[in-house]
């Protein structure tokens, strides 16, 4: 993608040091059209700085302009997309733990989405491209759950813990900004909604995604009798990179979905890679939902409801080609493990 006079169109990434912002950056990266401006709180922490240093290599490291910038501060924000063409908005609060205090999360998730938006407006940005979540489409009361959801559907609000109204809110408030512009101020914005992320890290770290593999891999509870729509990571980071390179994209929401499973099936595909002594796999399912568990909201909601999200858009819109839900699994394994993020039990 080369702009008149040879110039390559700038996007700004916010979040890049993140489990999909890392995977987002290299997609554009690797792409080679676009000039890539990326986010970090402090550009100067080589502990966030130095894993995408090591993971993208010299060579697609140097192509990148590090820039501040926080989501609670709107100044650093505008200065970060400032001259930019694109924004890709990957950044938002995703606590490894559950969160009391809903502040924690849904001030940062919605004032940072609309302190960018304010941004690309004020910038003249020609498109936004925002991640979601899938749990602002598929969270219901059980008397209203769906057998298949689509993205016309969103989550009640009522049954959503303080995270999932954070990512709720955000796109809420991200929507409601769009259709209040006058005619000649409108931009294009696409949502990205991918369901429970997973696949390879690049960086070694706290996050959500990894905690689920270590449950996995090592055992660490028994799973709940709950269904869970899996995506690769890679394909999350192609549909952010396609929903700014495809035109018909605007203004619409994406679903990513490779397949909805349960953590009994993904174990099993571990264990058919690993094979039986390298990690205590276990595939067994508590009865009940535990009602001391601090998603026990969630749980209940899903607990033995069978149900699919429709990902059809994003393969004709965006032209996704999904991974295979196995190597998913296996290759996030195996980078966690390349990255001392688990034990190498591996047989030698």
């Not at 505008?78 to 559950?98: E, Q, R």
């Not at 941004?119 to 899938?134: E, Y």
């Not at 595909?269 to 939902?289: M, N, S, V, W």
Request: with cysteine; proline share 6%.
């Amino acid at each position: 993608m080369v702009e008149q006079g040879g110039i390559l169109p700038k996007v700004c990434i916010t979040g890049i040091s993140g489990y999909i912002g890392s995977q987002v950056t290299l997609s554009y990266l690797k792409d080679g059209g676009f000039s890539v401006r990326g986010t970090v709180r402090d550009p100067t922490n080589e502990a966030k700085v130095g894993p995408l240093r090591k993971a993208f290599g010299e060579e697609l490291f140097s192509k990148i302009e590090l820039v501040p910038a926080d989501l609670l501060d709107a100044d650093s924000l505008d200065k970060a997309i400032a001259g930019c063409d694109y924004v890709v908005h990957t950044a938002s609060p995703l606590p490894t733990k559950p969160v009391e205090n809903e502040d924690e999360v849904v001030k940062p998730a919605v004032e940072g989405t609309l302190s960018v938006l304010r941004a690309a407006l004020k910038h003249k940005v020609k498109r936004v491209v925002i991640t979601s979540s899938g749990l602002t489409i598929n969270l219901q009361k059980r008397e209203n759950a769906k057998a298949v959801y689509t993205e016309d559907d969103w989550s009640d609000p009522e049954v959503l813990s303080n995270y999932d109204k954070s990512k709720y809110l955000a796109e809420r408030a991200a929507w409601d900004f769009m259709n209040a512009l006058p005619a000649e101020d409108k931009f294009d914005l696409v949502v990205i909604i991918p369901g429970l992320v997973q696949g390879p890290t690049l960086i070694n770290a706290d996050f959500s995604s990894a905690n689920y593999m270590k449950l996995m891999m090592l055992s660490l509870y028994p799973f709940p009798q709950v269904a869970f729509p899996i995506v690769d990571v890679r394909d999350v980071a192609q549909a952010h990179l396609q929903g700014v390179k495809v035109a018909e994209a605007k203004n619409q929401r994406f679903i990513l979905v490779s397949k909805t499973a349960r953590f009994k099936e993904l174990t099993g595909y571990l264990k058919e890679h690993f094979g039986e002594g390298t990690y205590p796999f276990k595939t067994d399912e508590i009865p009940e939902c535990p009602m001391d568990n601090p998603r026990a909201k969630l749980l209940q909601i899903l607990w033995n409801h069978e149900y699919t999200m429709d990902r059809t858009r994003s393969e004709k819109v965006l032209g996704i080609q999904y991974h295979d839900i196995k190597a998913t699994e296996v290759d996030m394994a195996l980078s966690m493990i390349e990255l001392g993020m688990l034990p190498d039990n591996r047989q030698k």
